[in-house]
């Protein structure tokens, strides 16, 4: 190899992905065409090649997952372990791969580089704005395969799968109330402090849970974002949605334990309840006839 070649630089190029990377010494460019990752060095794309063939011979021992590497399966038992070495700086929040971390540093920043091409909507991550496209499209390809239940997001069905196991994995320090989702765990820990940390701007009404106050904020928007696919009324919470269907359906699950005069909807088997006890619990504020 004479002294031009050696100032010459090359690619080594393996086509689906988006990384570069030159390699000096190389008159030219090898390219490799499962995908368009470039790489330093032909070790790396020897090792990139992997993660697009099929062998997988990397087996790990307690849940029998395979992978195309060593580095993979190591990576992948930090999570059986409970291990999680990568802390944010930030709030103290710890996670069990480095490439979380650096996804969680993006909520602190506020940067949010991918949009939404049908209705502008920003994300911090990709995965987000992958997610949110499902429900532009009400595709819901995870599907339960005990009740085939279908969801939106892989997230949801973990979480619906629990409710089948009846394991109620998420503990309250507080309590020792149990729940068989982390979210249903974190709305329920403020409620022990009195805490109503999510106040609203622009009424300064203030709630202890973060669901509240993101359906509190949607009266203020008079934005409706759930739609009834029968008659597309729309409805500005995910449970009037959800009561509203079953109106649809003549479904009247609400049955009154006194008469079995069965309601549609429980605010009305509520009220229906007061018939039976003499109790007149709406008063009016002029003349206090009730």
Request: proline fraction near 3%; glycine fraction near 2%.
């Amino acid at each position: 190899m004479d002294q031009s070649e050696e100032n010459l630089s090359g690619l080594y190029s393996s086509n689906e992905c988006s990384q570069r990377g030159e390699i000096g010494l190389l008159s030219k460019s090898p390219k490799y065409s499962v995908c368009n990752n470039l790489f330093y060095d032909k070790y790396k794309v020897n090792r990139h090649l992997l993660v697009h063939s099929d062998d997988k011979s990397f087996k790990c021992s307690i849940c029998l997952k395979s992978f195309s590497t060593k580095s993979h399966l190591n990576r992948h038992l930090i999570v059986h372990s409970n291990e999680k070495p990568f802390e944010c700086s930030v709030c103290n929040k710890s996670f069990s791969r480095k490439s979380h971390l650096k996804d969680h540093l993006l909520l602190h920043s506020d940067v949010k580089p991918f949009k939404c091409s049908l209705c502008s909507k920003s994300f911090s991550k990709k995965s987000t704005l992958d997610t949110h496209l499902i429900a532009h499209n009400h595709e819901k390809p995870f599907k339960c395969s005990l009740c085939s239940k279908s969801f939106a997001r892989k997230t949801t069905l973990k979480d619906h799968l629990l409710l089948h196991s009846n394991e109620k994995a998420f503990n309250c320090p507080v309590c020792n109330r149990s729940y068989s989702q982390r979210s249903h765990l974190n709305d329920h820990l403020p409620m022990h402090g009195n805490e109503k940390a999510f106040e609203c701007s622009l009424c300064n009404k203030s709630f202890s849970r973060k669901s509240y106050f993101d359906k509190h904020l949607f009266f203020h928007n008079n934005e409706k974002p759930f739609k009834c696919s029968l008659c597309m009324k729309s409805y500005s919470t995910k449970s009037e949605l959800s009561s509203h269907i079953i109106v649809h359906s003549n479904e009247k699950p609400f049955k009154c334990s006194i008469c079995n005069k069965s309601f549609s909807r429980k605010s009305n088997l509520n009220t229906h309840s007061f018939v039976h006890s003499n109790e007149k619990a709406f008063k009016c504020s002029v003349c206090n006839k009730s």
